[in-house]
């Protein structure tokens, strides 16, 4: 039995005063509902603020990214040791630092070994972009930042993998269920030649790309998949609350 995740990815959105109270307005409903491991990753300034808000609840925190060294002259860096004090998750290989920010498949590799050598728990982004999708290479693509990013990692069952294709990321064109189960199914199957077929097994993969209110059931219903990571519909408290409450009701029942 995988325990369901959802993570709220907040992006680069919300001052530490704005996160203070955008967690307000969601942990007491959080707290009411069971079944569903709970992930909130905040930008990096407002980890500190809420790791004192949840302490003591069933809500995790997450970062969103992070260096793979442990400390130095890297200016403007994050290191895995600083966020070990204050978060358990960290979001790596996200498609806005792979494009935006020049993110190879080598470096998103070195940060998932240096994440675990401090015991954060990765959240590991894949996903095609939209001329890969039509150019029928999902599975390749998807394949390729696997073993890349696993590579020389042992099996670990506390990794997470968000399948989230490109095109469906803050567009309002989420992929469809049984597409977004098909990619995980060989995501799974990929996983299981990497490690092995009981790790696979155990590992929570999520889809993310405009997961919302009105559609997370879709993605949910899907025996294969085990959660979303969710962006813009994170940063509305009701919303969230209904995302992460059809979750538990779905793979509840
Ligand atoms: P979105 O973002 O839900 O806003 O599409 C998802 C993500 O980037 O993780």
Not at 89 to 108: A, C, N, P
Not at 158 to 174: F, H, Q, R
Request: proline share 4%; hydrophobic share 40%; charged share 25%.
């Amino acid at each position: 039995m995988r325990m369901p995740f959802i993570a709220g990815n907040w992006k680069m959105n919300t001052t530490h005063v704005e996160a203070e109270s955008l967690v307000a307005g969601m942990l007491g409903g959080l707290e009411e509902i069971s079944g569903v491991e709970k992930v909130l990753c905040p930008p990096f300034v407002s980890l500190p603020v809420l790791n004192r808000i949840v302490r003591g609840s069933s809500v995790k925190l997450g970062a969103q990214n992070m260096y793979f060294e442990e400390k130095g002259a890297y200016t403007g860096e994050i290191s895995p040791r600083m966020l070990a004090e204050l978060c358990e998750f960290v979001i790596l290989g996200h498609s806005e630092r792979r494009w935006y920010f020049g993110e190879t498949d080598e470096v998103v590799s070195k940060k998932v070994r240096s994440a675990l050598e401090y015991g954060l728990k990765p959240i590991l982004c894949v996903g095609e972009r939209l001329e890969e999708n039509d150019a029928g290479r999902t599975k390749e693509v998807v394949d390729r930042q696997l073993r890349s990013a696993l590579k020389d990692i042992d099996p670990c069952p506390s990794l997470v993998i968000a399948y989230e294709p490109v095109w469906a990321i803050g567009t309002g064109k989420a992929a469809g269920g049984e597409q977004a189960a098909a990619t995980i199914r060989f995501v799974r199957s990929s996983v299981a030649e990497l490690w092995n077929r009981d790790i696979a097994q155990d590992l929570r993969i999520l889809y993310g790309g405009s997961v919302t209110g009105n559609n997370i059931a879709e993605f949910i219903r899907q025996s294969e998949i085990d959660g979303a990571l969710v962006g813009g519909a994170s940063l509305k408290a009701e919303e969230f609350l209904s995302i992460v409450s059809q979750t538990a009701a779905i793979k509840g029942s």
